[in-house]
């Protein structure tokens, strides 16, 4: 049976989940995603010496989705509560989302 691996990363805390199913992962990943985006609340820093990194800069969790075949994608949690998919491991490339469509559903579609 396939595993597929969860692994969310917050201000250097990392936990991981596996599940036997790529719905299973993605349902996991979703709800996750919406408890972040809920509770993202960063501030923006610097300024002054150094530049300023405003909240939508910013990544407060990032959710990595890892199966088989190398397959690697995820999701990122921004300090404003938006989000965005990507794939890739090495080299990320981020996933278009379409117009009001959650960054887990764009993942979804694009890993098929």
């Given at each position: 049976?396939?595993?597929?691996?969860?692994?969310?990363?917050?201000?250097?805390?990392?936990?991981?989940?596996?599940?036997?199913?790529?719905?299973?992962?993605?349902?996991?990943?979703?709800?996750?995603?919406?408890?972040?985006?809920?509770?993202?609340?960063?501030?923006?820093?610097?300024?002054?010496?150094?530049?300023?990194?405003?909240?939508?800069?910013?990544?407060?969790?990032?959710?990595?989705?890892?199966?088989?075949?190398?397959?690697?994608?995820g999701?990122?949690?921004?300090?404003?509560?938006?989000?965005?998919?990507?794939t890739?491991?090495?080299?990320?490339?981020?996933?278009?989302?379409?117009?009001?469509?959650?960054?887990?559903?764009?993942?979804?579609?694009?890993?098929?």
């Amino acid at each position: 049976m396939a595993t597929w691996k969860v692994t969310e990363r917050i201000r250097g805390k990392v936990n991981r989940n596996s599940f036997g199913s790529l719905d299973d992962a993605l349902g996991d990943l979703a709800l996750r995603v919406e408890e972040h985006a809920r509770r993202a609340d960063a501030q923006p820093e610097g300024g002054g010496i150094m530049r300023r990194i405003d909240p939508v800069q910013q990544v407060v969790a990032r959710l990595e989705l890892a199966g088989p075949g190398r397959v690697r994608a995820g999701v990122d949690v921004r300090g404003d509560g938006s989000s965005e998919a990507w794939t890739g491991r090495f080299r990320r490339e981020l996933v278009e989302q379409r117009d009001g469509e959650p960054a887990v559903d764009a993942l979804r579609r694009a890993l098929g």
